[in-house]
């Protein structure tokens, strides 16, 4: 078959997208590549496509457990003869011997267990059609995920002479990108770049004030929908969970403090849910091949600008519209700044690990577009603002806050570099409390002297400057001090723009009043009908099968099924999305429900 014909009568679809043919006729061709492609833009069918055309077994080599039997649940799917071999696979003897007697297409096997010394026989004695390297980015120490093993990947590869080698991640950026090709023997001019811009998700980012409540509002406009909540610690976790199911939220924790069992189930029952919330630390989701994820947020800063864009691309991998929204405060930069400090890595490594981190900070503190930053950072060439982030839907108002903050930092040093924003916007809007007369502030020079803002204009001058390292924090009892970065701004060489909520909201292409249960897109009102009863059914076949709900067939194509209203298996097979094996195994049922509708 061509890979145009595998495309179709497996996958189900008629055309590829970007780079996807190119970057298979090399694999085909038995040329190695690395190949940059963003999340949900189709990097797993640039090596499934060749292992179904190329002899032998497919070797993907995968550090992430979840992510292999998602993949080999819908391989199996659609006909697919995959299996998976990791240090939680219950049936390793079977798969070895499907291995050896040439009875797989696809492996999906963790670097331990590949690289382990009778795997490495067994792949020498067996006909190898590739070696499909996923979340490349682990083996570069310049990474977010440096994974130590998947330096020793280079030598199992080269002791299989002639098989093409296909590295793949969504997230490095130049440093990184040259690094995964050095590291794995494959020639800088084979690094395949398709961009980052993932325009279908809508990136929000707000000033922490009481986070309890911007959650629950947030997901009051995102109400029956899938998505992940970060945290930044498992007892924040723990808390956030709480608040949800208080509220009545379907919503699960998961943490390392979990025992594996419960981290496992809690993990399944939101691989198989539409509408579940999974408050997290970033011990979940890496590799979950979930595609209707409505929402990310981020209860804290994550701890890298490549960090919040893996984490981000969990969000709408199935292309449809996605909210990604972040919630931070000053204290996140200095856990983050004491973490980096705190390292065990020289200085070099601290140095990146800061500029990183600035880079992070920028994007947080822009006015701009979000998005341009964003892509900015990895090298892409964007364009000045994208219509689906927060500041291009509604530019912020600057507000001209030199003085203010001068003032802000003078409250921090006549008070004693000791106390938190709470009791220092006390002292600056001259209020006479308990505290500030206990510790005699109504006679400092610096009381009263902020009447002409609002407190929350003060948390969110406090937050820049933290961010700017005008102002440090203890991490201990949050105490704000004079930061390296005060002295210019007290002189009054530096000038201080806040930016100022805008005055309206207009919704953009993901918000709350176009994400409706369909994950975004628009049903015609006449096929709302029968798009509610496709999918109910779709959850009975998914059921009995064992499967997620989008392993039968993800949503779009079910819009198209109510749209176009096939009477045939013939029409139904032209449908995006309808290979041959899912046709045939459940395309009378869905028929069936067509016709009645």
């Not at 060439?381 to 003032?407: F, H, I, S």
């Not at 609002?454 to 001090?481: C, F």
């Amino acid at each position: 078959m061509t890979p145009h014909d595998v495309l179709h009568r497996v996958f189900g679809h008629s055309e590829f997208r970007g780079p996807q043919l190119s970057i298979i006729d090399d694999v085909i061709a038995g040329r190695d590549v690395v190949a940059i492609m963003p999340t949900g833009a189709g990097k797993s069918l640039c090596y499934q496509v060749p292992a179904l055309i190329r002899p032998g077994t497919a070797l993907v080599i995968s550090p992430l457990i979840a992510l292999m039997e998602d993949q080999v649940r819908a391989l199996k799917a659609v006909g697919v003869r995959a299996a998976t071999l990791n240090s939680q696979a219950a049936d390793g003897e079977t798969v070895w011997r499907a291995m050896r007697d040439g009875e797989l297409d696809l492996l999906y096997v963790s670097p331990e267990r590949a690289l382990s010394e009778g795997f490495g026989v067994l792949a020498q004695r067996t006909e190898i059609a590739l070696i499909a390297i996923d979340e490349a980015h682990c083996v570069s120490q310049w990474g977010h995920d440096f994974r130590p093993e998947y330096r020793r990947l280079r030598p199992f590869c080269d002791a299989l002479p002639g098989v093409p080698r296909i590295a793949l991640t969504a997230t490095a950026d130049r440093e990184t990108r040259v690094d995964i090709a050095r590291q794995l023997g494959i020639g800088d001019d084979r690094v395949v770049l398709s961009g980052f811009d993932r325009p279908n998700i809508r990136y929000d980012v707000a000033g922490r004030d009481n986070l309890k409540r911007q959650i629950l509002d947030f997901l009051g406009r995102h109400r029956d929908q899938a998505g992940i909540i970060y945290a930044p610690t498992r007892a924040a976790t723990e808390k956030i969970c709480e608040w949800l199911t208080e509220a009545g939220i379907n919503a699960r924790p998961y943490h390392a403090g979990l025992e594996p069992g419960t981290r496992s189930r809690h993990q399944a029952d939101f691989v198989k849910s539409e509408s579940m919330v999974m408050v997290a630390t970033i011990a979940f989701g890496m590799g979950i091949d979930k595609p209707d994820v409505r929402f990310v947020l981020h209860a804290g800063m994550p701890k890298s600008i490549e960090a919040y864009y893996q984490e981000t691309g969990r969000a709408g991998r199935d292309g449809d519209p996605a909210v990604a929204q972040l919630i931070w405060g000053g204290e996140d930069v200095a856990r983050l700044r004491g973490f980096i400090a705190g390292s065990d890595g020289d200085e070099a490594r601290k140095a990146d690990e800061t500029r990183r981190m600035n880079a992070l900070i920028a994007f947080l503190e822009t006015s701009g577009c979000r998005r341009r930053e964003l892509l900015r950072y990895f090298g892409d060439v964007p364009p000045q603002a994208c219509g689906n982030c927060d500041n291009c839907l509604n530019p912020p108002q600057l507000l001209d806050a030199t003085e203010a903050a001068r003032k802000l930092l003078s409250a921090v040093y006549r008070t004693g570099q000791r106390f938190g924003i709470g009791h220092l916007t006390e002292v600056l809007l001259g209020k006479t409390t308990e505290k500030v007369l206990k510790f005699r502030h109504e006679q400092a020079s610096v009381f009263g002297i902020g009447k002409d803002m609002h407190v929350d204009q003060w948390r969110s001058l406090t937050r820049q400057l933290e961010a700017m390292d005008a102002l440090t924090r203890d991490p201990e009892h949050g105490g704000l001090a004079l930061g390296p970065a005060s002295r210019p701004i007290l002189k009054g060489e530096v000038a201080i723009q806040l930016k100022q909520a805008p005055p309206q909201r207009r919704e953009g292409r993901s918000s709350s009043s176009s994400t409706r249960r369909d994950g975004g897109n628009d049903v015609a009102a006449g096929d709302q009908a029968l798009f509610d009863a496709l999918r109910q059914r779709r959850r009975e076949l998914a059921a009995a099968a064992e499967v997620p709900p989008y392993v039968v067939f993800h949503d779009a194509t079910l819009r198209e099924m109510a749209r176009q209203r096939p009477r045939t298996l013939g029409d139904l097979a032209r449908v995006p999305g309808v290979g041959a094996s899912k046709l045939e195994r459940w395309g009378p049922d869905f028929l069936r429900v067509i016709a009645r509708g």
